[in-house]
């Protein structure tokens, strides 16, 4: 069986620290083609990475021209997604794009339009969805443990991890900064366990307070208020069209001790549940309250734990096996493009300082 040929736009630190290590240990799959703006980083990535007979393309467009790329993964700033990904669906490639899907929902949903187009897959790499606590509570959910979920808690907050490198602060290529990037994860995974993905209104709010401080601490070091465009924190109320509220907090830098990223708190009328250390399941039983705290951590022998799959390279073999028996990825496009929609509405409402109403 002919293995499928992929290739990598974007050769930066998303792509040589999670995608190209997660494909190169999927037997079906040959890592055949790269392009970056910075062509060193392409060598690089395609000489520790790549199957014998790679290529390094000098343009993203060259590399959707050879016909014998079937797949292709974006790895690119924010605001060439859409462009890219349409591109790479329409010359007959199926798409992973990194997210957040799109710079705007405009965008997003072009992308959307053409996977129906051209009949090809894609999807957005949201892969919070796969760690092994987010998969449990999913089956909880379906379940119907929780019972109805009506109020929720989206986290995605840092006391001092701004990231100083590439184009993070730069709000034209990004289109924003904490909210797009680290609370997209926690907004998908919330929209996702929930499985509710009609909005109804956003009131959003978002805050240029800490990004003008001079040498300030910081994980990656101080950064250049000058070039701080982007928000530092946004917080936002979404309400869906069946009444569930749901609270999405985010920030890279903000004075607090509550920092969570990509976690998740549900309330539902028959129990709850929490990423705080591990897992947490509440709820009542025989007129008692109960608390089942769960660990996905290893612990122990491997003889007795089992090894465990890490999320990313689940997410790809999970990818890649939509492609190989055509299924449904697990992230759909749909889904991914609400996301950006709430995102935007949330920008939308901090500059207008008035809700969003979705139709």
């Known amino acids: 069986m002919r293995k499928l040929q992929v290739g990598i736009i974007g050769c930066g630190g998303i792509a040589t620290g999670k995608h190209l290590p997660s494909l190169s240990k999927i037997e079906q799959v040959d890592i055949a083609g790269f392009f970056d703006v910075r062509p060193e980083s392409a060598r690089q990535a395609a000489e520790k990475f790549g199957a014998p007979d790679s290529k390094v393309y000098d343009s993203y467009q060259a590399l959707l021209a050879d016909a014998s790329i079937d797949v292709v993964h974006i790895c690119t700033p924010n605001d060439t997604h859409a462009e890219i990904s349409i591109a790479a669906l329409e010359a007959g490639k199926h798409v992973m794009c990194e997210k957040p899907m799109a710079k705007t929902a405009a965008d997003a949903r072009r992308m959307v339009e053409a996977a129906k187009r051209t009949g090809k897959k894609l999807t957005i790499g949201y892969n919070n969805r796969f760690r092994a606590d987010s998969q449990y509570l999913k089956r909880v959910v379906e379940e119907g443990d929780l019972g109805e979920i009506y109020f929720a808690k989206a986290h995605a907050v840092r006391r001092r991890g701004v990231p100083t490198w590439g184009v993070f602060l730069d709000e ?141 390279d689940k997410e790809i073999r999970l990818w890649i096996d939509a492609i190989l028996h055509d299924k449904q990825p697990i992230v759909t496009p749909e889904q991914s493009c609400v996301v950006s929609e709430i995102l935007e509405a949330i920008y939308e409402s901090n500059r207008t300082g008035e809700a969003v109403y979705f139709n």
Request: proline content about 3%; overall charge negative; aromatic content about 8%.
């Open 172 to 312: 034209e290529k990004q289109g924003g900064g904490p909210l797009i990037d680290i609370g997209t994860h926690a907004l998908d995974l919330t929209l996702w366990l929930m499985n509710n993905y009609e909005p109804k209104v956003v009131l959003g709010t978002a805050y240029h307070k800490l990004s003008r401080k001079e040498n300030a601490a910081n994980a990656w070091g101080p950064w250049d208020p000058a070039k701080f465009k982007v928000e530092d924190s946004a917080f936002a109320m979404i309400v869906m069209k069946n009444g569930a509220t749901i609270m999405l907090e985010s920030s890279w830098a903000l004075n607090t001790l509550d920092t969570k990223e990509a976690k998740t708190t549900l309330c539902g009328t028959e129990g709850g549940a929490d990423m705080q250390d591990g897992l947490r399941i509440n709820g009542e039983k025989h007129s008692r309250l109960y608390v089942n705290q769960l660990q996905f951590e290893a612990k122990g022998a491997d003889f007795y734990e089992g090894k465990k799959e890490s999320m990313q």
